[in-house]
């Protein structure tokens, strides 16, 4: 009940194309999901999150769908950029409390090709 | 803009030893996260730590390892005595309490590669 499993493993997409990435999540009392982005040598490094009383939020190219219903979420990356290559997790957590633990999916590497 | 560092980037040592991870958070955060990442698997939680005390802490977080913040300004892991299976990247989290969205965001450092021979 603690997985967040996140899919493709890998992407690769031409300069000016839309990367998405999807995440699913099992437990409900998860009430906070970021998206990571880690590039070679770095640790992750929030790109952007969404709490459930919204469906979607956006920052720059970067948008998280969220479906609450379907216990899903995904990181679109629209004009995607060679320099958008990187590992990209997806996360969640309870979002009150002491301990707010991320639970990780496995991470997608995304290429973007020039 | 402030962030959490780590020491050393990469850490070499015998099966048996025991060894030391240093992280120092931002100032101000409250909350502290250890978390490790094995070379293709996913990031895992390994324990949180906040009020001078153990908040959570994985199955993982054996009586092999301990958190301490000695000087209230470093967070170290340390792993009594180690074997191969914790060679891993190790990374420290912080986060604060400040309002606003991004209240209680964990702020990663680079991590620390341990690898165990």
């Known amino acids: 009940q603690q997985q967040v499993k996140q899919s493709p493993q890998s992407l690769i997409v031409q300069k000016g194309g839309i990367s998405i990435i999807n995440c699913a999540y099992e437990?409900?009392?998860?009430?906070?999901f970021p998206w990571y982005q880690q590039f070679p040598g770095k640790g992750p490094a929030l790109l952007i999150a969404i709490r459930p009383d919204v469906s979607e939020k956006k920052e720059g190219r970067f948008t998280i769908s969220f479906n609450k219903s379907a216990k899903q979420f995904s990181l679109h990356i629209m004009d995607s950029q060679p320099g958008d290559s990187a590992t990209y997790f997806c996360?969640?957590?309870?979002?009150?409390?002491?301990?707010?633990?991320?639970?990780w999916g496995l991470g997608t590497s995304l290429a973007v090709n020039p | 803009e402030p962030e959490v560092t780590q020491t050393p980037s990469h850490q070499v040592t015998q099966m048996g030893q025991e060894v030391i991870l240093r992280c120092v958070p931002i100032?101000?955060?409250?909350?502290f996260y250890w978390y490790r990442q094995i070379l293709g698997q996913k990031v895992e939680f390994l324990v949180s730590?906040?009020?001078?005390?153990?908040?959570?802490k994985s199955e993982i977080f054996d009586d092999q390892f301990s958190v301490e913040r000695p000087d209230g300004s470093n967070f170290t892991l340390k792993i009594r005595s180690t074997k191969l299976e914790d060679s891993a990247m190790y990374f420290c989290?912080?986060?604060?309490?400040?309002?606003?969205?991004?209240?209680?965001?964990?702020?990663f450092g680079p991590g620390t590669r341990l690898t165990v021979t």
């Open positions: 730590f906040y009020n001078n005390e153990i908040s959570e």
């Open positions: 100032s101000n955060h409250l909350y």
């Open positions: 996360a969640a957590r309870r979002d009150a409390g002491n301990n707010r633990k991320l639970i």
């Open positions: 989290a912080s986060s604060g309490v400040s309002g606003g969205p991004r209240a209680y965001e964990q702020y």
């Open positions: 437990n409900t009392a998860f009430d906070y």
